[in-house]
């Protein structure tokens, strides 16, 4: 008896075409005459008739525990310094650690059943399924959220200009920036609108905007708080952080979202162990040894130069043991991140939608949708910053084949090595976050060249930190001409607790606790 005949259905991938195999053809360099190419059309079919049954399999998804509506966009009276993207009222658990706390959650990173457009015209319309882990750990401790924060566009900006809907303004001066990627995230604690936030950090994102409006935000150890479910960048950059009015509040955040997450982000450790960082804030810093790293002073201006200075003095007035250190080598950090983040980055979000071969963790595939979508729709839409990366990593890609990202993959161990070795008898080493004030934001008719540059031109003393994974925490050490001047604090690998404990201890200096 024969069998039923099976319904016909779409397939999940579609065979490819005679001429889209000999445009695949052409593109590898291969020479077939049109009956090897229609051998190869037919092999091809074949083996891709599995991602069929692909297609069926249940994919795992990242939990989504707390109730939710979708929110709504803020009016511009409700939003002044277009710090807010989208607003929510989600409550987590009835008590915890962040019981009472208002969170804002920067809009690279997920929260399921909320508009995320990651700062992108790209993006826009974009509704996530998921909860990021960071953001259930929030919610299970308590936490309130009650907003995305705007960032720039697809995060790639150290000012506060490329968001695709408004330029996000510096409370202390809104005709300045607040320093990216993000940026609603830092305005929106200055404010005090928020008691606490997540920011990413893939070149200084969350040191840049806590420097220029002057509150406290750590890009922790890399590895140290897993970033599933937000939108990656590049893999060995990438990492969350919190940030904060005060160093307390920074550290209690940490503690919520510090941690193993069961494998899903492979670059942490299962053994790894999360301390209760508020805990060692016991101010006390006697006996301590503080490096001051020469080379980050380097071009500085002399103004906040000088507010760093004395800020450290203050350290060593409480009995530190303040000296000067040298690392040649970080003359050249911000060099050896440069491939990463043109040419990782691109083949990341450009090549890959999101998807890097080398990372074996949890994917947002329908995030990687939604970008494929808008890459090819909407590239025009994009920032210069963005445009940039695009000219330089597929530039590298043609004619250099990446050469110069293995390059410096392969250099980033002897510059880990560097600061380790300061590190060896330092407890952290200090500098300016950024060597400048907050900058005018943009103005209509700017050049490419002004552009790029204004975007990316105050990296020089945080992204290497993005590179070796050392925790680094920016915290205002005092102010110039009424702009904020971030003092940064770097210590070993997974010791993120001695560089609170010192940010904490400076923090009740210069408030006078």
């Known amino acids: 008896m024969e069998s039923d005949p099976k319904p016909y259905r779409l397939p999940a991938v579609r065979s490819p075409t005679i001429h889209q195999m000999g445009d695949i053809a052409k593109d590898l360099g291969f020479a077939m005459d049109p009956n090897e190419l229609k051998e190869y059309q037919g092999v091809v079919s074949t083996f891709l008739e599995d991602y069929d049954r692909l297609e069926d399999i249940p994919e795992p998804q ?3 525990k707390y109730p939710r509506t979708p929110g709504y966009r803020p009016n511009p009276e409700d939003n002044p310094n ?14 915890g650690k962040l019981a009472g706390k208002r969170v804002g959650i920067k809009d690279s990173i997920a929260v399921a059943g909320v508009p995320m457009m990651n700062g992108s015209r790209l993006l826009e319309g974009y509704v996530p399924e998921y909860d990021a882990t960071v953001v259930t750990r929030i919610l299970d401790e308590g936490g309130h959220i009650i907003g995305k924060t705007a960032c720039e566009d697809l995060c790639f900006s150290g000012s506060s200009f490329t968001n695709a809907k408004h330029p996000v303004t510096n409370p202390h001066d809104k005709t300045r920036t607040t320093g990216g990627s993000s940026s609603g995230s830092a305005a929106l604690i200055v404010t005090g609108d928020i008691d606490m936030a997540l920011g990413g950090d893939q070149g200084g994102s969350v040191r840049l905007p806590a420097s220029f409006c002057g509150i406290v935000g750590l890009k922790p150890t890399h590895g140290l708080v897993p970033y599933t479910g937000a939108a990656m960048i590049e893999p060995n950059l990438d990492h969350l952080g919190p940030m904060a009015s005060t160093v307390y509040d920074c550290a209690l955040l940490l503690e919520v979202i510090a941690g193993f997450d069961d494998g899903l982000d492979p670059r942490q450790a299962s053994n ?13 810093i006697s006996s301590m040894k503080i490096g001051v790293l020469e080379e980050g002073f380097t071009k500085c201006n002399s103004d906040v130069e000088e507010v760093v200075r004395k800020a450290v003095q203050m350290l060593k007035d409480k009995g530190a043991i303040v000296e000067e250190v040298s690392v040649p080598m970080h003359h050249d950090g911000a060099k050896i991140a440069g491939p990463f983040l043109w040419e990782g980055s691109y083949e990341t979000m450009f090549g890959g939608s999101g998807f890097n071969s080398c990372y074996g963790g949890h994917y947002a595939t329908s995030l990687q949708d939604a970008l494929a979508r808008g890459f090819k729709t909407s590239p025009n839409d994009m920032s210069a910053t963005l445009k940039l990366v695009c000219f330089i990593g597929e530039y590298t890609r043609r004619h250099y084949h990446h050469r110069y990202y293995s390059k410096a993959s392969n250099l980033k161990r002897f510059l880990r090595q560097a ?66 001047v971030g003092m940064m604090i770097v210590g070993k690998r997974f010791d993120d607790a001695t560089v609170l404990r010192v940010a904490h201890a400076y923090e009740k200096l210069r408030d006078g606790a």
């Open 62 to 64: 990242l939990p989504v």
């Open 419 to 484: 600061y380790d070795e300061a590190l060896k008898t330092y407890d952290v080493i200090v500098m300016p976050t950024i060597k400048f004030t907050a900058t005018k934001l943009l103005e209509e008719g700017a050049s490419v060249a002004e552009t790029c540059t204004r975007g990316l031109n105050m990296v020089g003393n945080t992204s290497t930190f993005d590179v070796t994974g050392h925790p680094a925490l920016s915290i205002n050490a005092g102010f110039v001409d009424k702009l904020p």
């Open 82 to 95: 277009n710090a807010w993207y989208w607003r929510t009222d989600i409550k987590g658990a009835s008590s």
């Open 272 to 284: 790894m162990e999360v301390p209760k960082y508020t805990e060692l804030l016991t101010g006390d």
